[in-house]
């Protein structure tokens, strides 16, 4: 049982465009949600994260909204780059993240110049 | 300051061989996390452990996996006879007690022959 649906498994986009990565939890006890950024070869790093208690979240370009009632999340890059280019995995925990995290199952973004 | 590493990074062991994947957790951190990638996918969580203890090691796939972390600080993960299936990018991760991040290592690639 796949606890958390990510989509769209792959998009292409023209820089400066805003992609949007949409992921659906089916765990109510979530209570954290991570975004990954994958470069190939290298560990997921973490991109930005949001609780359910706030609707939408900020950092620099990236910006999560977050959908409580329709347990969905998704991630949008403002001003795409070419060296946005990588996959995202959205993630859900609960327990203050100390546990372990349900990955989706990536989006591979290209952003074309 | 150093990150989470791992070793080796490429790993090609013939079916059956038995295989030892190592990973330096960030100082200090109390959290230790293992996740099987396997090409195209979102990391699986494998095995857990806080400090020493293994607290859960239920996605481990066959009684072929075994983790350790004996002093509470270096881990290793260790697979038995292996097989084909087996072929994945193995992950480390570590975190703070009651810290939502958990910083990735790069991984490393294993290919079973």
């Known amino acids: 049982q796949q606890q958390v649906k990510q989509s769209p498994q792959s998009l292409i986009v023209q820089k400066g465009g805003i992609p949007i990565i949409n992921c659906a939890y089916e765990?109510?006890?979530?209570?954290?949600f991570p975004w990954y950024q994958q470069f190939p070869g290298k560990g997921p790093a973490l991109l930005i994260a949001?609780?359910?208690?706030?609707s939408e979240k900020k950092e620099g370009r990236f910006t999560i909204s977050f959908n409580k009632s329709a347990k969905q999340f998704s991630l949008h890059i403002m001003d795409s780059q070419p060296g946005d280019s990588a996959t995202y995995f959205c993630?859900?925990?609960?327990?203050?993240?100390?546990?372990?995290?349900?990955f989706g199952k990536g989006t591979r973004l290209s952003v074309i110049a | 300051g150093a990150g989470v590493s791992q070793s080796p990074r490429y790993k090609v062991a013939k079916r059956g061989q038995d295989v030892a994947l190592r990973c330096d957790p960030i100082?200090?951190?109390?959290?230790l996390f293992w996740y099987q990638q396997a090409l195209g996918q979102g990391p699986e969580f494998l095995t857990y452990?806080?400090?020493?203890?293994?607290?859960?090691k239920s996605g481990l796939p066959s009684d072929r996996f075994f983790a350790e972390r004996p002093e509470g600080s270096v881990s290793t993960l260790k697979i038995q006879r292996t097989q084909q299936e087996d072929s994945a990018v193995y992950l480390c991760?570590?975190?703070?007690?009651?810290?939502?991040?958990?910083?990735f290592g790069p991984g490393t690639r294993l290919l079973v022959l």
């Open positions: 949001i609780r359910p208690d706030v």
């Open positions: 452990f806080q400090n020493e203890a293994q607290l859960d």
């Open positions: 993630a859900a925990t609960f327990n203050s993240g100390n546990t372990p995290l349900v």
């Open positions: 765990n109510t006890a979530f209570d954290y």
């Open positions: 991760a570590s975190s703070l007690t009651h810290w939502e991040t958990q910083y």
């Open positions: 100082s200090g951190h109390v959290s």
